[in-house]
Every structure is written in C-alpha cells, then in structure tokens.
C-alpha cells in the first residue's frame, strides 16, 4: 500500500531535541488526520485538517505542533518530548469531511512513524 | 455518546479453524461501520466497510462481516483461518464528519 508515505519509520530522540514527521498522500484526498497509538490503549485522534485548516485539536499538548502546508502533506512537528510520547504515529487520509455517501469516513492510513523519546 | 467495543483482547485459532470476532457499537444514527487490520509495525488497513444496503460485507482477504442493528453489532468472519492472519483486528464507526472511533482492538493468534 503506497497512498499514504510517511517517514521516517522509525525515529529516536532525545528530550531536547527537535524533529519533525512527514505524511505524503497520492489519494488525491483532502483531509488528513494524525493518530498517536501507544500500547495498550485505543487509537487516540491528535489533529484533523481539511482542506489544509485544521478542524480538530484533541487537547493534544503544544510540544506537538502539526502543518498543513497542502492536502498531499502533513507533518507534526516535535519539540520537548517526554519519555510518554513514545509511541506509534499514525497518519491517514480520506476523502474531505463532510461528505456522505459510500465514502463517508473511509480513511487510508500510512505505515506509522515509531518514536522512541530518551 | 458514539462508542465501539471489541469484547475479546486476544483470540488464539488452529490454522483452517473459523473466526469471528465481534464487535459492538452505539451510535445514535445509521451508522458507517469499518473493519480494520494491522499488522506488527505497520499501518491500519481496511478490510472492509458498510454503510447500506446488503447487511453482509463481503472484504478483502476472504473476510466477511455481517450488520445486524437489533444487536448493534458488526461481527467480522472468516470460514478458514490462514497464518498469515495472525495481526491486530480493529471496528471502527464514523461518527460524523469523517471521523472514525476505533474499538480497542482484538489480537489474533494463529497456532499452526
């Protein structure tokens, strides 16, 4: 499946450090949606945009700061993180929201970025 | 408030067994109803979806799932297990809006 692209794969930082996770789309969809999955819990929804805005922000703290710069791309971008934070990021992509029909909430997801915060 | 949940954690079957696991929704409307597969390291991928019409949704990889809104349920089946089969099982029901709300997921193992 290569719809969705993210990278890296895999990604170890340290506390202090800054970085950034890339999410690419060839679906021609116009949301985008980050995930955050860590074990043992269900997948926590972090950010939705649409159309390049950002409609949705689940409380996620500010060391995690996403970009839109169009409906192909998406990035989250790190700065602080704590030892917690370590864990699968998801990223998908659907058609815009909104919609009905067949389509309606059918997201594509990419492999996932893991994070490992030291 | 909208809410899936997937009653098994982890389901163990004998290679060539049958499977169905079970997943229960609550969603004030008709609902979009999704299965979803992942395997170690990887992405979600869909196996399936409904959202009308034939209560029986036929997937990829020879799975089915069967709608029943008396149950508030989305059960997903396969007659004969492969090893391959062995990942974590996701339901998902939109909630409006395009998002999705994922069930806890269910790990399936596959003994040879």
């Known amino acids: 499946e290569t719809g969705v692209t993210q990278t890296p794969r895999h990604l170890v930082m340290g506390m202090t450090n800054k970085k950034s996770l890339k999410c690419e789309q060839h679906l021609g969809h116009n949301a985008m949606y980050w995930y955050k999955q860590s074990a043992k819990k269900p997948l926590e929804l972090m950010f939705v945009?649409?159309?390049?805005?950002?409609?949705e922000n689940n409380s996620v703290p500010s060391r995690f700061s996403p970009e839109c710069p169009n409906s192909s791309h998406l990035f989250l971008h790190l700065h602080t993180l704590q030892p917690e934070d370590s864990a699968l990021y998801l990223c998908?992509?659907?058609?815009?929201?909104?919609?009905?029909?067949?389509?309606?909430?059918?997201?594509?997801f990419g492999p996932g970025t893991r994070l490992l915060v030291l | 408030a909208q809410s899936v949940t997937q009653p098994d954690i982890h389901i163990t079957v004998s290679e060539g067994a049958s499977l169905e696991l079970r997943c229960n929704y609550s969603?004030?409307?008709?609902?979009?109803l999704f299965w979803y597969v992942q395997s170690p390291g990887q992405g979600l991928q869909l196996l399936l979806k409904y959202f009308s019409g034939d209560t029986l949704v036929q997937g990829i990889k020879g799975f089915e799932a069967e709608f029943k809104r008396s149950q508030s349920s989305f059960n997903l089946r396969k007659p004969s297990v492969h090893w391959s089969d062995a990942a974590e099982y996701f339901c998902?029901?939109?909630?409006?809006?395009?998002?999705?709300?994922f069930g806890a997921g269910t790990r399936l193992a596959v003994h040879p």
């Open positions: 945009y649409n159309f390049k805005e950002q409609t």
């Open positions: 969603y004030g409307a008709t609902p979009y």
């Open positions: 998908a992509s659907s058609q815009e929201q909104g919609i009905s029909g067949p389509h309606q909430g059918t997201q594509y």
């Open positions: 998902a029901v939109s909630g409006g809006y395009n998002k999705l709300i």
